[in-house]
Nanobody, 125 residues
Framework: QVQLVESGGGLVQAGGSLRLSCAVSGRTFSNFDMGWFRQAPGKEREFVAAIGRSGGNTYYGDFMKGRFTISRDNAKNTVYLQMNSLKPEDTAAHYC??????????????????WGRGTQVTVSS
């Protein structure tokens, strides 16, 4: 059974940084494309970032403006999201997701097969 477990969320002041981690188990990690999404209260879930299986291809949401970096360590079965220059509007539950198979649509929620339960990021002003 595939499991995704996020960690690293918390409360941070505006301008600060956090690094989220998502540990994957149950299948060979390098067979997954990985993504991060977020959802603020009362808003739809939105795409944050994604990374291909080898780590060579990365994708980011338009609001990133160079503040976030996605990476992965296939030896540790983990994907990371480094978030810098955080803003209060970044406050949201952050979810990691995994895609197996072909025809990956990195920016689309329905392009993913497995999801974690999320980790909360709260940015105070």
């Amino acid at each position: 059974q595939v499991q995704l477990v996020e960690s690293g969320g918390g409360l941070v002041q505006a301008g600060g940084s956090l690094r989220l981690s998502c540990a994957v188990s149950g299948r060979t990690f390098s067979n997954f494309d990985m993504g991060w999404f977020r959802q603020a209260p009362g808003k739809e879930r939105e795409f944050v970032a994604a990374i291909g299986r080898s780590g060579g291809n990365t994708y980011y949401g338009d609001f990133m403006k160079g503040r976030f970096t996605i990476s992965r360590d296939n030896a540790k079965n983990t994907v990371y999201l480094q978030m810098n220059s955080l803003k209060p509007e970044d406050t949201a539950a952050h979810y990691c997701a995994a895609h197996a198979g072909s025809s990956w649509l990195p920016r689309r929620q329905y392009g993913y097969d497995y999801w974690g339960r999320g980790t909360q990021v709260t940015v105070s002003s």
